[in-house]
């Protein structure tokens, strides 16, 4: 069997069951948006990696060093942020082609620094290699979080609510006009505003945390991938389904506009990947404290769907409640290469 046949997520089932953990300290190990371990009588430590590579992940085409230095630091604060944590720590390991000029490096740090202090994160390490043609950036974040409030993928019930946090589908439209003005200029300032999202997403880490020390949330994770994928991560660790309603799905007005002549772009909010909003799952009960919190922020908080029994799978409904054909749940490495 090859690699492409397994996919992404077969492979990391397929690691997880050949290194299961048993050591005392380990709560959580693989299959979820970080690792948790003990830390202290009170807290858990928080770990993450991530990798960005070049022309899988990046264009330098229209990803400026410094865009791509936040962006790779803000994936790894994600991570952080859907187990409602606070990041601390953060190493970065580079490798590059030797021909890359000292000022793409210089520029790469100074984005990494600056989204790191915004965020109040210490750079403590990290490695540098030369690389034969292809720009590799990894960066690891260590964080905590209090022993009570650490937010699973699993956890999800029967009856509890879909919630996701801002706009969804921005980043995917942002990189379909990245990918395609060529030459042109782009002057429609939503529009603008989508190809930012896609380059210099900011993550969610304050509200990860305040859902966290309220615990608004049996379970949350980020959206990465795209919701219908990262959803379905949800409902595999909780064993249950979920069902989604289109029309609740919150857009921005780029996409809005966008998918009135580009109607089959709605997958783009389904599917799109890299918003790094939160996706969390709260009882019925926490209603009235979500949409009080949504308020306070200054933000979307949107209900999206409801978490129902296993057996009907995660289906997503159109505005007469008929399912609605998913094309694609997200973005799998391996698959579509």
Known sequence: MQIKELGELGLIKKLANQFTVSHPRVIKGIGDDTSVTIQDETKYLLCTTDT????????????ASYNLGKKAVSISLSDIAAMGGTPAFLLTSIALPPTTSTDFISLLYRGIKERADEFGVALIGGNT??????IVINTTMLGEVPKDQVIFRKGASVGDRVYVTGCLGDSGLGLKIWKEKGDRIITDPFLKDAMLEHIDPLPRVKEGRIIAEKRLATSMID??????SDLRHIAEESMVGAKVWLK?????????RWILDHPEDIMLSLAGGEDYELLFTASMNNANQIDVLAKELGMQITQIGEI???????TVLDENGAVFPLAREGFEHFKQL
Not at 129 to 134: E, G, I, L, V
Not at 248 to 256: D, Q, R, V
Not at 308 to 313: D, I, Q, S, T
């Open 52 to 63: 960005l590579i070049e022309d899988i992940h990046f264009s330098l085409k229209y990803s």
């Open 129 to 134: 290699s030369s690389a034969p043609d292809k």
């Open 223 to 228: 959206v990465s991938d795209g919701l219908i």
């Open 248 to 256: 609740s799905i919150p857009l921005s007005t780029a996409l809005k």
């Open 308 to 314: 129902v029994p296993k057996e009907f799978a995660i």
